[in-house]
């Protein structure tokens, strides 16, 4: 196996901020419809592209605040071919709307990269189909040609490299590293994990991330892990496995229950930002190479802008 593709990281000798959990605060405590948890729908009008361009500032902000870097994830994760029709859409319109999400993103670059924090644009991804339930699995070839389309119209855009977020089975995420490959962009690849800290087939998190890694020639730049809280998955994490090396982020739910309890919820848990905070920083104490900090389902500025008081140093 080569060695790892180089990290979009790699020049920067600091940790990075990302955002929160987009849909469940735009839907929550924003007030804001997005069909299908979709928040490329933003993108279609002026009205939801300001929202947007409001929402990443107050993260920016918090970022150059804390002499931290940033990784913009575009609003894209729902917005594969699949999800056109349900959201009224023609695959162009779709299409558009991809590129109009990395566009954003370099526009708020643009307005922040004179305060000084280096800030990485990413195409974000998702699943063919739901984040938490794998559902019927593809093969990884049928994966491939899936996820190929949205890879090549995000990566049109020139985003600093593409992610791949709430992955919850293997077959997917070997599938959309090599659909990623196509491109020759960085790859981030993110395993969603239940209270187990295993994925949602059963797979435990190292064994995925071999598997990923030996059958794309270790393409992913790094791996992260989304969408469940760190109580679930913190003690599986070997601390000498080769494996636990790759992973360099988390994006972490602000609840600990269990992702099906968290579908027959009808209404936020936010869960306590501040203890949030201290799992991120005991995650950081024993395992320092996890450079990239964010949120998941539930979290909001609240949680990032604790993140960024328990582990990182305020430079003014």
């Given at each position: ?5 180089p990290s979009?990281l790699a020049?920067?000798d600091?940790l ?5 959990g987009?849909?469940t605060d735009?839907?929550y405590?924003?007030?804001?419809d997005?069909?299908y ?9 002026e009205?939801?592209?300001q929202?947007?361009?409001d ?5 920016l902000?918090?970022a150059v605040?804390h ?6 994830e575009?609003?894209?994760w729902?917005a ?6 349900p ?5 162009a319109e ?5 590129v109009?999400?990395i566009d954003?993103?370099?526009e708020l670059?643009d307005a ?13 991804m998702?699943?063919?189909g ?9 093969s ?12 090549a119209?995000l990566?049109?855009?020139?985003p600093?490299m ?17 659909a990623?490959?196509?491109t020759?962009l960085?790859l ?5 994990v ?5 994925l ?9 991330i071999?598997?990923v890694d030996?059958a794309t020639?270790?393409y992913p ?7 469940a809280h760190?109580?679930h998955?913190a003690?599986?994490l070997?601390?000498?496995?080769d494996?636990?090396r790759?992973?360099?982020?988390i ?5 600990r229950?269990?992702h099906?309890?968290?579908d ?7 869960g306590?930002?501040?203890?949030f905070?201290?799992?991120y920083r005991a995650?950081?104490?024993r ?8 949120g998941c389902?539930?979290t909001?500025?609240r949680?990032?802008?604790a993140?960024?008081?328990e582990c990182l140093q305020?430079?003014?």
């Amino acid at each position: 196996m080569r060695p790892h593709a180089p990290s979009p990281l790699a020049p920067f000798d600091r940790l990075f901020l990302t955002d929160a959990g987009l849909e469940t605060d735009f839907i929550y405590n924003r007030a804001i419809d997005l069909p299908y948890f979709a928040s490329i729908a933003l993108l279609r009008a002026e009205s939801g592209r300001q929202a947007l361009k409001d929402y990443f500032r107050s993260y920016l902000e918090l970022a150059v605040q804390h002499g931290a870097g940033f990784v913009l994830e575009s609003a894209s994760w729902r917005a594969g071919p699949d999800w056109a029709e349900p959201l009224g859409l023609t695959l162009a319109e779709l299409d558009a709307l991809n590129v109009a999400s990395i566009d954003l993103l370099h526009e708020l670059r643009d307005a922040f990269a004179p305060l000084g924090s280096p800030i990485l644009v990413s195409g974000c991804m998702g699943p063919r189909g739901d984040g938490y339930d794998p559902g019927r699995i593809m093969s990884a070839s049928e994966a491939e040609g899936y996820h190929r389309h949205q890879a090549a119209i995000l990566s049109s855009a020139r985003p600093d490299m593409l992610s791949a977020f709430t992955m919850n089975n293997v077959n997917e995420a070997i599938g959309i590293t090599r659909a990623v490959a196509t491109t020759a962009l960085p790859l981030v690849l993110s395993f969603t994990v239940e209270t187990d800290g295993r994925l949602p087939t059963g797979d435990p998190l190292g064994a995925a991330i071999e598997a990923v890694d030996a059958a794309t020639d270790g393409y992913p730049a790094y791996y992260m892990i989304n969408c469940a809280h760190p109580a679930h998955f913190a003690t599986t994490l070997d601390q000498d496995a080769d494996w636990m090396r790759r992973i360099r982020g988390i994006r972490a739910n602000a609840s600990r229950c269990s992702h099906a309890e968290l579908d027959a919820m009808t209404t936020l848990d936010a869960g306590d930002p501040y203890d949030f905070a201290l799992h991120y920083r005991a995650l950081r104490a024993r395992h320092p190479q996890i450079q990239v900090l964010g949120g998941c389902c539930g979290t909001d500025h609240r949680h990032v802008e604790a993140i960024a008081r328990e582990c990182l140093q305020v430079t003014n």
